[in-house]
């Protein structure tokens, strides 16, 4: 199969499942647009809950069978080498379906994709490096040791907001343990997830380690959360959705790792380089359009320089160039969806009446060129209050809300007043503040002087209403294998049988 943008453009995207692409039982397709210009460019299968189960039997044979049960750990290890080869190969192209299908930037596509391969080198390198541990027990003549294993059937939903690269993070690793995988990407993003697939199978996967199925989430997503044979899931998505999930597999007592939104506080403090830090802010909310979901939404600035920092933000604002987003210069591109843009003009109209300053933006750019697409113009609502709708709501777009603070008592209580806890950001030069910033703030991850800087190698995953489970490093080889303790005697003797042994 070819996997360029041209080869999916008015096509119909099946279902892949065990290796083969599978058509739905329904007969359903819905269309995927483009936002730059609102139209339809391919239509991908809507699974019904027959579909899903087809996949999810294809992934629980595959778990069974010796083919992928038996391959040793150095082999699965090489699988995904060869699958990090097929990813670098094909990155441009990959980037190029995600731009056309979310409308993010393609500089910043290529950016995720070219590192995606080191990301699967990366937990290629795991693969063989799972492993227990021998328990010293007050027992003489027994030995008592974990074993570290492969879960099952693990159950993937995405977002669109960077499909590949969020879905690399947890299947990457479960791979590497020897779980299968049944994934259902976004409804409005399903095409690279479906390049993916080829690739995985090239590598050399066996049928049905891999299988993708998409659709809505209400239909498909429930579907796959509800399947008796997924053992465990993996959401990245909204906060709303994340506990519809989580009640889902709670019913069934499977655990889930939830990767859900956030609204963030990014904090500048009079002591820094105030451009430096107002390019931090513009990068923490302005890149890709305001739709990453470590966005630093709720800025917090020391009162004696927030007149300062808030005229020079606008002036960066106000230099922002809007644009296609396969233009090398364009520096934000449209939103992803039209409810996503109506959500920011709600949300802005919200700002205003509650009786934030609009500084810049505020509305849809006025030019013609991009009169079709679904863009907004970056927006910077200052004098805002911490407990204004927009400032409490994730809105998942280009807006963020300016309010001064006098000191650390007064900040750190505006930080952490929030129902999310997914990133925060601090500028200061002074160690000893940032320290107790990042020591006090209730944020699953803290960046000092930078904003938006990302590793596959760091433990990542929100707290409070931004989810649980971590991703990245080594701490998701835990969460996406099961411990097992065994427990040998080798002393020859025969116990009481009515007493408990525990010396
Ligand atoms: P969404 O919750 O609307 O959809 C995410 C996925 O869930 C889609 O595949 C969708 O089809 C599916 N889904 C929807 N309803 C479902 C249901 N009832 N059962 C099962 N699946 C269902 O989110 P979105 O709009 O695609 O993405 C944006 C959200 O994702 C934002 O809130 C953002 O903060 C969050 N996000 C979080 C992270 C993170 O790492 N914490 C990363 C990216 C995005």
């Known amino acids: 199969m070819d996997l360029t943008a041209r080869a999916i453009e008015g096509s119909r995207q099946d279902f892949y499942i065990a290796n083969e692409r599978v058509a739905p039982k329904s007969g359903r397709y819905i269309p995927s647009y483009d936002p730059t210009n609102a139209e339809p460019w391919y239509e991908v299968a809507d699974a019904g809950a027959e579909d899903v189960d087809t996949a999810v039997q294809a992934a629980k044979k595959a778990f069974a069978d010796p083919a992928w049960r038996r391959l040793t750990q150095t082999d699965r290890g090489k699988l995904l080498r060869r699958l990090a080869d097929l990813v670098a190969e094909h990155a441009d192209e990959l980037a190029a379906i995600e731009t056309r299908d979310n409308g993010k930037l393609l500089k910043e596509m290529h950016a995720q994709l070219r590192a995606a391969p080191d990301s699967y080198l990366y937990f290629a390198g795991m693969a063989d490096k799972l492993q227990g541990d021998t328990v010293p027990v007050n027992k003489l003549d027994m030995l008592n040791f974990t074993l570290r294993e492969p879960i099952g059937v693990v159950g993937m939903i995405s977002p669109w907001n960077s499909p590949l690269m969020l879905l690399t993070g947890t299947l990457a690793p479960c791979l590497a343990i020897g779980n299968t995988v049944v994934v259902k990407p976004s409804e409005h993003t399903s095409a690279s997830t479906l390049a993916l697939a080829e690739l995985i199978a090239r590598a050399g996967f066996p049928a049905g380690v891999f299988n993708v199925v998409t659709g809505n989430g209400a239909t498909a997503g429930e579907a796959l959360t509800q399947h008796r044979d997924v053992v465990k899931i993996a959401f990245t998505g909204s906060t709303a959705t994340g506990r519809r999930i989580a009640a889902n597999a709670a019913s069934r007592l499977v655990s889930c790792q939830m990767e859900l939104g956030g609204k963030s506080p990014h904090v500048v403090f009079g002591d820094v380089d105030l451009d430096r830090a107002v390019n931090g802010?513009?990068?923490?909310?302005?890149?890709?359009?305001?739709?990453?979901?470590?966005?630093?939404?709720?800025?917090?600035?020391?009162?004696?320089?927030?007149?300062?920092?808030?005229?020079?933000?606008?002036?960066?604002?106000?230099?922002?160039?809007?644009?296609?987003?396969?233009?090398?210069?364009?520096?934000?591109?449209?939103?992803?969806?039209?409810?996503?843009?109506?959500?920011?003009?709600?949300?802005?109209?919200?700002?205003?009446?509650?009786?934030?300053?609009?500084?810049?933006?505020?509305?849809?750019?006025?030019?013609e060129a991009l009169a079709k697409g679904w863009y907004y113009e970056p927006t910077v609502l200052a004098d805002a209050r911490n407990d204004m709708r927009f400032m409490r709501?994730?809105?998942?777009?280009?807006?963020?809300?300016?309010?001064?603070?006098?000191?650390?008592?007064?900040?750190?209580?505006?930080?952490?007043?929030?129902?999310?806890?997914?990133?925060?950001?601090?500028?200061?030069?002074?160690?000893?503040?940032?320290?107790?910033?990042?020591?006090?703030?209730?944020?699953?991850?803290?960046?000092?002087?930078?904003?938006?800087?990302?590793?596959?190698?760091?433990?990542?995953?929100?707290?409070?209403?931004?989810?649980?489970?971590?991703?990245?490093?080594?701490?998701?080889?835990?969460e996406f294998s099961r411990l097992k303790n065994v427990v040998v005697d080798y002393s020859g003797a025969t116990q009481d049988p009515f007493v408990i042994r525990l010396r």
Request: net charge neutral.
């Open 281 to 367: 802010v513009v990068a923490g909310v302005f890149a890709a359009a305001g739709q990453t979901c470590i966005a630093g939404s709720r800025c917090f600035v020391e009162a004696g320089v927030y007149e300062a920092f808030v005229e020079r933000l606008v002036e960066r604002t106000q230099r922002i160039r809007i644009g296609h987003p396969t233009d090398p210069e364009t520096e934000l591109g449209p939103l992803a969806l039209a409810a996503q843009l109506d959500k920011v003009e709600q949300y802005v109209g919200y700002g205003i009446a509650d009786g934030a300053r609009l500084a810049i933006g505020g509305r849809r750019p006025q030019r």
């Open 393 to 478: 709501d994730e809105i998942f777009g280009p807006v963020v809300g300016v309010v001064p603070f006098r000191d650390e008592t007064e900040l750190m209580a505006l930080a952490n007043d929030t129902n999310y806890g997914l990133a925060a950001g601090i500028w200061t030069r002074d160690i000893d503040r940032a320290m107790r910033f990042a020591r006090n703030v209730d944020a699953g991850t803290v960046w000092i002087n930078t904003y938006r800087s990302a590793a596959f190698m760091s433990p990542s995953g929100g707290f409070k209403e931004s989810g649980y489970g971590k991703r990245g490093g080594f701490e998701v080889m835990r």
